[in-house]
């Protein structure tokens, strides 16, 4: 059971409270219409997988109800960092270089 | 040989107080907490914009305020425990991953026990409040009673 | 007591006789003995029949390590564990123990043919000797193989013990109680950090319960581990749990521990849980388990009598008893020695130290010289003799690397030394690495992964001195690292046994080494040639070895077996260790009861069952139950002498009649409120809501991004900002989530919020041609004639006098309404019409009736009727689409060339032509029943029932391109014959003009 920070609580909280909501990043097309086939499928289905650096959404299902980012290093089940929703996409170098 | 002894803690069940859920936008001048887990008056602070309103002052404070917002009265959605005693946080370190030790007092907090969500309100070193939702509750409730006869067996 | 307990020695208490039985057998050990102790104080070391070979065992070791003696244990009805370890488990007044895989008795053992088959039982059998014929598998090989190995039987009878689970969160976790454990908590508990200590044995001490004669700070070591104890008790941030396993190490210092809370006590307090599962958080964590013992590997080390060195040291110090009065020792380490002494102290005559190096420490021998033991240096040992107790040792001279001239010793016992290894399991499952260490031939920690330090023995530091200083330092570290000031205690240590000693690998020997039966993994009966000829065979990875011969794979994990396999394995590759490397140690460190796993979630408390307002009213009323995701439902209300056919029965008739009274309160139910509802709910659903009037019901369907069908649900719009929106029972908190989802990361800019009042509201449905007439007495502020309150009309009204929301709404084809009002009402509510309704004799109906209502209507149910794979136009919804909206939900998927190709499954009604025949659900449905086998299967039935209404079957089933077979003849073929069916396009068997609707 992982410790998961959320940024909306600001707060170390057990994982018991959170929920697992996918790949981040991936925004639902402004107008789905104008998307080819192919471009639908991939925003439907296409996902990174990385072994490695994860940008992911979770939910605090179980505490303040937000969805919010986390970065995920996938090999070694570790959190890199977690941000809001509505923040950007942080700078991987700066959490990997020596990250505990 | 340990005999069976007070458990060091007593479940009670609450009148439900009229209560409901407040959502706004924008709380800014409002008379509401804005720290998640506080308590201000009758509101409890459980998302950015979420808050808990309990009892009597609840309609008021949403009569007061100025839209847009969405206040929905959850009074018969839930039921209320006082969990009391030396050994509350003992009892719900048998569900709750939280670190509970170190809640303040006059803080609350959304979290689990079990597989229940619940909603907690520490008032007093050894006095919560625990509001779970309704079906929920008799498994809880279960819970607590063979939590409490095992602290009682003193293992 | 018999001549093998010394009196007055050792900590069990010798002024508490304890009886139990063995084998029916009943005997005598003292307060403070394990069943192994215990029954080696009675001069009894056959313990049980190995795994495979049914070879006579003796106990082995004296701790969790123990491969051996593994037991039934039975406390009466119910309370029956199967290989129960021996050394672990306290004797308490009663216990019933039992030899396992033994027929027709322990000392003879029908199964032990097998010891003469071993070729047939080599490395690798599973994978060589069972391939044919193929039809043997199932039938023979199998069946004969589970039987004939394997060790305890599983209970039969349901667990009559409760379990518990407790969360903690401390600063200092300590796991292991023995000198670098103790100062390790000693070092954290005074500088005031919260600090638990566990130790899986029933007394914390570790190696200071089994070496009396170490002096700490001046005080023999008893008299400091009882001060020490104090000291730990009297604080009150430190806790001390012994009996208490740490099984697992997960992420971020998560521990799992698992405390053994009853199995010891005669007469368990009432309400007390056998065990109790701890998963601790703790910012520091000090291992200091210690180290395991490893044996020799030398023909016939399996047998009884034949046991680890520091377990007979145990047995001596700890519980008095002499494991024999002329034991052998062989050895290659130091430590092994004392353990001779001791038993000279003793009053044993140990025959012969046979050292496997060429020299030792002079002092060792002289003192052997001194008490008159033979000491043996530079040779090997090829074999023992004795049938179900050791009774020889056959010793041979080494020369030029060879075993030369063999010599027979008496003995009673063999007590062997194959060296030290930390035991670093838990280390192991943080993925921390393993350093492989030249000059102790032993693995050390390496790379970290958490927030852990390794003390004492852990790190191959094999003196108690040494151990005191590092767990002093590892407690003081941790508690500097969250934040404390701390000082490491300095300890004085005198008579301190330190020692140093080699690894080897099977021992040479003058016999045919293939014949040799050099035990390395006792528990599943792995041996030193199994290991070389998986080598052999062209293992190369130690991972594919242990996996060919099952070393390491019995319960305890090769705690004895992992290194002696590791050390033959590279001397067979001819590879050094750290380059064949170590198998993965997973957790439980040692084997723990699935009830510990389960905790509370046993019998009522397995998992939350969900009730209404209105289930005590089911209860009392006769009601059969059903589950619905995570609630108890009433399923139908059986009358005296009815079966559900009968009842069901009934019950559609009387809703169809005059009037029927329904529970649906579980239906999920979301508040949407804000001035953006409306643009969030055309978003959402398919449908159109902008033109949606308040005080009116949509039907809303819901659809995943990829155009499947979701959920559904009745909406109403109960102000212009206002949309009480329902779903399915088991939908309620998966469209929530949804919904949140979209809001809060793709729209966060509506003003619209959601609420759940799933629970908030209780709602009674009322369906009929009287439904009307039987509810208009009891509203208040409104007019709910035909008129006035159309079909899929919502209003805020008093019903009964209490607050409602009220719908007209039909799930059966019938007049209906459903009521909602606030749950502590629901009840009340139910039981006024109940009671007004006696006069139009109406009829509580269940699930199943409901079930049937709107199946006869042709009404899909999400999740039976559509199965994640079924979009609107394959459900027969199109008409539920805004066709007019740019977006929703989905929409951009319903165009995709799969959605719209032909070939998809289309639901449609089924007619059996024996309209006695009701289909099964889930049946499969082909077009021609004369097709070779396999069939191409074209559909399968989704919901399929008896209808009273129209005396006959009805079915719904998904069907390749269904609407265009409309009055095709399909085919369901079933075990009893095959049926025939005939396909209707429209599933509204009943009344399609909706006339009784809108009535």
Redo the contacts between chains.
């Keep these: 059971?992982?410790?998961i920070h959320c940024p909306?609580?600001?707060q170390d909280?057990?994982e018991?409270?959170f929920?697992y909501?996918g790949e981040a990043h991936i925004?639902?097309p402004a107008?789905?219409?104008k998307?080819t086939?192919e471009e639908?499928?991939d925003f439907?289905f296409i996902r990174t997988n990385p072994k490695g650096v994860h940008f992911e959404?979770w939910?605090h299902?179980?505490?303040?109800?937000?969805?919010f980012n986390a970065v995920r290093e996938t090999v070694?089940?570790?959190f890199l960092a977690t941000y809001r929703?509505?923040e950007p996409r942080p700078d991987i170098s700066s959490l990997t270089g020596d990250a505990k | 040989m340990t005999a069976t002894t007070d458990p060091g803690v007593t479940v009670t069940e609450l009148p439900p107080p009229t209560r409901i859920t407040l959502r706004v936008a924008d709380p800014t001048g409002q008379p509401l907490p804005t720290r998640i887990g506080a308590i201000e008056g009758c509101a409890l602070c459980l998302g950015p914009d979420e808050w808990l309103l309990e009892g009597d002052a609840a309609a008021d404070l949403v009569a007061g305020l100025p839209g847009p917002y969405s206040a929905v009265e959850v009074s018969d959605r839930e039921i209320t425990y006082l969990l009391e005693g030396p050994a509350v946080l003992d009892l719900l370190a048998t569900g709750c991953p939280r670190d509970l030790a170190s809640m303040p007092v006059g803080a609350g907090a959304r979290t689990v026990y079990d597989t229940a969500q619940v909603v907690l309100v520490r008032e007093a070193n050894d006095r919560f409040r625990l509001t779970v939702w309704r079906s929920f509750a008799p498994h809880v409730r279960a819970l607590f009673d063979i939590a409490m006869r095992e602290i009682a067996a003193g293992l | 007591m018999t001549s093998y307990r010394l009196q007055g020695r050792g900590r069990v208490d010798h002024g508490k006789p304890v009886n139990f039985t063995f084998d029916g057998k009943t005997y005598q050990g003292l307060a403070g003995d394990t069943l192994a102790s215990a029954l080696l104080a009675n001069g009894v070391h056959l313990m049980g029949r190995s795994f495979k070979y049914h070879r006579p065992r003796g106990v082995v070791s004296a701790g969790s390590d123990e491969p051996n003696a593994l037991m039934g244990t039975r406390r009466g009805p119910g309370r029956f564990e199967p290989n129960t370890r021996a050394t672990i488990q306290e004797i308490r007044e009663g216990l019933e123990a039992a030899s396992q895989n033994r027929w027709p008795s322990l000392a003879f053992d029908m199964g032990a043919i097998n010891d003469n088959l071993g070729s047939l039982f080599s490395a690798g059998f599973y994978y060589k000797t069972f391939m044919w014929p193929r039809a043997f598998w199932d039938r023979v090989y199998e069946p004969v193989i589970r039987n004939a190995a394997g060790l305890g039987v599983s209970p039969t009878e349901p667990d009559a013990d409760s379990y518990a689970s407790r969360f903690a969160h401390v600063d200092v976790l300590v796991v292991g109680a023995g000198p670098a454990g103790l100062a390790a908590a000693l070092a954290a508990g005074r500088s005031g950090a919260s600090v638990m200590l566990v130790d899986e044995n029933a007394e914390v001490g570790g190696t200071l319960l089994s070496e009396p004669t170490v002096v700490i700070d001046g005080q023999p070591a008893w008299d400091w581990l009882a001060a020490t104890v104090a000291e730990l008790d009297g604080l009150a941030n430190v806790q001390v749990m012994p009996r208490t396993t740490a099984i697992g190490y997960y992420h971020q210092n998560l521990v799992g521990l698992a405390q053994r809370l009853t199995d010891h006590l005669a007469a368990p307090p009432e309400g007390a849980p056998r065990e109790r599962m701890w998963k601790v958080r703790a910012k520091e964590v000090v291992l200091a388990q210690g180290a395991l013992e490893k044996p020799l590997v030398f023909d016939g080390n399996d047998r009884p009598g034949v046991m680890l060195a520091s377990a007979a040291q145990t047995y001596l110090n700890r519980y008095g008893v002499k494991v024999g009065d002329r034991p052998a020792i062989v050895t290659a380490h130091d430590s092994a020695w004392h353990a001779a002494f001791d038993l000279a102290g003793a009053g044993a005559k140990p025959v012969v130290i046979v050292d496997m190096r060429a020299s030792v420490d002079p002092a060792l021998t002289d003192r052997a010289h001194a008490l008159g033991i033979e000491a043996l240096l530079g040779r090997t040992v090829t074999g023992t003799a004795g049938r179900l107790r050791v009774t020889s040792l056959r010793v041979n001279r080494m020369e030029g690397g060879k075993a030369g001239e063999p010599r027979d010793i008496g003995c009673d016992a063999v007590l062997m030394c194959g060296g030290w290894t930390p035991c670093l399991h838990l280390f192991s499952h943080t993925q921390g690495k393993l350093a492989w260490d030249e000059a102790l031939q032993v693995y050390l920690p390496g790379r970290k992964t958490e927030a852990v330090q390794i003390a004492g023995a852990g790190r191959g530091l094999w003196s108690i001195a040494a151990s005191l200083g590092d767990g002093a330092n590892a407690g003081a570290a941790a508690a500097r690292d969250v934040g404390l000031e701390a000082e490491a205690p300095v300890f004085g240590v005198a008579a301190d046994r330190t020692g140093s000693g080699i690894t080897l690998k099977e021992l040479p020997t003058d016999r045919d080494p293939a014949k040799a039966k050099a035990f390395i993994d006792f528990q599943n009966d792995v041996t030193a040639k199994d290991i070389r000829l998986a080598v052999r065979e062209g293992m190369r990875s130690i991972e594919h070895v242990k996996r060919y011969t099952t070393n390491g794979m019995a319960t305890d994990q090769g705690k004895m077996s992992n290194i002696n396999g590791l050390m033959i394995a590279s001397d067979a590759l001819g590879k050094a260790p750290p380059q064949v490397g170590l198998t993965t140690f997973r957790p439980p460190y040692s084997p723990t009861t699935f009830g510990t796993f389960a905790g509370y979630h046993q019998d009522a408390t397995f998992e939350v069952t969900r009730k209404t307002p209105i289930d005590p009213w089911a209860e009392a009323n006769g009601a059969v139950f059903e589950p619905v995701a995570l609630w108890r439902r009433a399923w139908f209300f059986p009358k005296p002498g009815e079966d559900m056919h009968a009842a069901v029965g009934r019950e559609c008739r009387g809703a169809r009649a005059s009037v029927g009274i329904f529970d649906a309160s579980t239906l999920g139910k979301i508040e949407v409120v804000g001035p953006d509802a409306v643009t969030f709910m055309e978003r959402m659903y398919t449908n159109p809501w902008a033109k949606l009037g308040v005080g009116r019901c949509r039907y809303g369907l819901l659809l995943g991004e990829d155009g499947f069908i979701r959920d559904d649900g009745v909406i109403g719009r109960i102000a212009e900002d206002r949309f009480h929106v329902t779903t399915t029972t088991g939908g309620a908190a998966r469209v929530l989530n949804m919904m949140e989802d979209y809001l809060q990361t793709e729209w966060p800019d509506l003003k619209v919020w959601l609420t759940s009042t799933t629970e908030q509201w209780a709602v009674v449905a009322l369906q009929g041609p009287n439904a009307r007439k039987l509810l208009e007495p009891f509203v208040e502020g409104l007019d709910i004639s035909a008129e006035a309150f159309p079909h899929m009309a919502v209003a805020e009204c008093t019903v009964a006098g209490f607050p409602a929301r009220l719908f007209r709404v039909s799930f059966t084809g019938e007049l209906g309404f459903e009521v909602n009002v606030p749950a502590r009402h629901g009840r009340a509510l139910w039981e006024t019409l109940w009671q007004a309704g006696q006069q139009y004799d109406i009829c509580p109906y269940g699930t199943e009736t409901m079930h049937v209502l709107r199946a006869e209507k042709g009404y899909i149910i999400v999740g039976q009727d559509t199965d994640g794979t079924l979009t609107p136009g394959d459900a027969g919804l199109t008409w539920a689409i805004g066709k007019a909206k740019p977006d929703f939900v989905g929409k951009r998927s319903l165009t995709r060339p799969d959605m719209v190709a032909k070939g998809r499954k289309q639901l449609v009604g089924l007619l059996t032509e024996d309209p006695k025949v009701v289909l099964q659900e889930g049946a499969q449905i082909v077009a021609d029943p004369a097709q070779p086998k396999p069939m191409t299967m074209i559909g399968h039935v989704t919901s399929s029932y008896w209808s009273d209404a129209l005396g006959r079957s009805i079915a719904m089933a998904v069907v390749v391109d269904g609407r265009e077979r409309d009055g095709q003849t399909l085919h369901i073929p079933m075990p009893g014959g095959t049926i025939t069916a005939k396909v209707v396009k429209s599933t509204a068997f009943l009344d399609p003009e909706n006339r009784r609707l809108s009535a």
């Design positions: 059971m992982l410790l909306y609580c600001e909280l057990p018991l409270e929920a909501a925004a639902r107008d789905p219409s998307l086939d639908w499928r439907l959404r939910r299902v179980n505490g303040c109800a937000r969805f070694g089940d570790k929703a509505d």
